[in-house]
């Protein structure tokens, strides 16, 4: 389903950005996963006293932010910690969306398979749990450094330099791991 353009320049900087690929539809169960999860944190957060609104009627962009807006990154660490491994079926159906299997297949070849660890990380303003420090994916399956590892980003809401985008340095896919262990 990709360009060969594409594939050139997944081959040369190592990511590819492909803008619009899913639809609100396609994104809908993700999202509703994540409301779930966000109700949760609601209720544990009124049942602790630190809020004593739900906020349910607050757009799905700015709920999160909203809940903890007055509240410090120790409550965010004790409520929520630093990202969510919910096994809820709208992250599953996201996960096996045939559009991002085929843009996967189309650079690796029909043998896919995901690994059964991923991350939902929310991003709130002020709260430092949500920053991920500089690292390769890679690095986490050391069995893996023969084979491709590729990992999909998907931003629930639009991802923009003032809200937190993606950051990635071009091209090093091709150092390989970098240990990071010791100054350079």
Not at 58 to 75: I, V
Not at 96 to 108: A, G
Not at 140 to 146: D, E
């Amino acid at each position: 389903s990709l360009t060969a353009e594409q594939k050139a320049f997944y081959e040369r900087d190592g990511y590819l950005v492909i803008d619009r690929l899913l639809t609100e539809d396609d994104l809908a169960p993700a999202r509703e996963a994540f409301t779930q999860k966000v109700d949760q944190i609601a209720d544990e957060l009124i049942r602790q006293g630190k809020i004593k609104d739900p906020l349910k009627n607050e757009p799905f962009k700015y709920r999160m932010a909203k809940l903890f807006a007055s509240l410090t990154n120790e409550d965010f660490n004790n409520v929520c910690g630093r990202s969510w491994r919910d096994r809820f079926p709208g992250y599953f159906l996201l996960m096996n969306n045939p559009k991002i299997l085929d843009v996967i297949e189309s650079l690796i070849g029909p043998e896919v398979f995901a690994n059964p660890v991923y991350n939902t990380r929310p991003k709130v303003p002020k709260v430092a749990a949500g920053a991920v420090p500089w690292h390769q994916d890679k690095s986490y399956w050391p069995a893996a450094v023969a084979y491709p590892v590729i990992t999909a980003w998907i931003p629930l809401v639009d991802s923009t330099h003032e809200n937190g985008c993606l950051h990635l340095i071009p091209g090093t896919q091709r150092h390989g791991v970098i240990d990071f262990g010791h100054e350079q």
